[in-house]
């Protein structure tokens, strides 16, 4: 192995390495973010889950770093003694402490990732520790089916049903939600499985076939978010690209108020008190 090679495999982690640090400047970082804060979760629970992923990626480039370090090293002496007809290479079995070290060691950094997300997960899967604001009262029911997104609304100052009610509001890959505070919906599948992902929220769950699957979230600030499937559905996988709007309070129920007007028009303009005439 000559010199070339040598500096191929130690230049290309410190190029690896470098572009991870200026990415979050170009734009190649995670998805979403306000122009204050680009690549920033839209959501407080996507900021933890960024930190856990931040974590994780700390200390995969210290262990990635020293792994080629070593490579180098290694490399280069094998090189600069090769020219010796004295040099002798070290020929071992193996050493038994190394070996106990090197297990023990990412088996307890395995441990405290494993501890240290523990909050973050059972904050977002385990309903006893959802928001009890976004309990009360569950915004919609997301309806997964190849290859849209059904969405069912309550009558403006009605509870959600798991059961359809006549008086319910109905749109197709449209969720509007209220903003800045936690909101549930209840997500289904009509068919096959499917995958709730609002990137910029950090927020996914899978849609499981005979399952109502209660699914939280807040949006950070009022803007338009991409809904889309992450799991391969079909076909028309590609196809399941829906919006989240997160709104103001008053935006959110005149919405829902413009959704029933239009839901309920049956055309026909009458004042109160008036009756239809007859053909007959």
């Known amino acids: 192995m000559n010199r070339f ?10 190029a690896a390495v470098g572009s991870c640090l200026i990415a979050p400047q170009m734009g190649w970082w995670f998805p979403a973010g306000s122009p204050q804060a680009p ?7 996507g900021v933890q889950i960024d930190d ?14 020293g792994v080629h370090i070593a490579l180098g090293y290694v490399l280069w002496q094998g090189v600069r003694n090769r020219a010796d007809p004295n040099y002798r290479a070290l020929f071992t079995h193996g050493s038994h402490n190394l070996e106990v070290i090197w ?7 395995l441990l405290f990732i494993a501890l240290y997300q523990m909050d973050v997960w059972a904050q977002f899967r385990i309903q006893a520790n959802f928001p009890e604001q976004a309990t009360k009262s569950p915004v919609a029911e997301v309806m997964a089916r190849q290859f849209e997104w059904r969405i069912r ?3 403006p100052g009605k509870q959600l049903k798991l059961t359809p009610q006549p008086d319910d509001l109905y749109t197709v890959d449209d969720l509007h939600v209220p903003a800045g505070r936690p909101v549930l919906i209840q997500l289904r599948t009509m068919d096959v499985q499917h995958s709730f992902f609002i990137p910029e929220m950090r927020i996914k769950q899978d849609a499981v076939p005979g399952l109502a699957i209660p699914v939280w979230f807040e949006a950070s600030r009022q803007d338009k978010f991409d809904l889309v499937c992450a799991e391969l559905c079909g076909w028309g996988h590609y196809k399941m690209n829906a919006r989240v709007w997160a709104q103001s309070d008053e935006d959110y129920n005149s919405y829902l108020r413009a959704l029933q007007q239009e839901q309920f028009d049956d055309g026909v303009d009458q004042e109160p008190g008036e009756t239809v005439a007859s053909d007959e």
């Open 153 to 155: 609304y309550p009558a």
């Open 39 to 45: 690549g920033q979760a839209a959501s407080p629970l």
């Open 103 to 109: 297990t023990i060691v990412p088996a307890g950094v």
């Open 52 to 65: 856990l992923f931040h974590l994780i990626l700390i200390v995969t480039t210290i262990t990635f770093i």
């Open 5 to 14: 090679w040598i500096g191929l495999f130690v230049i290309w982690p410190m």
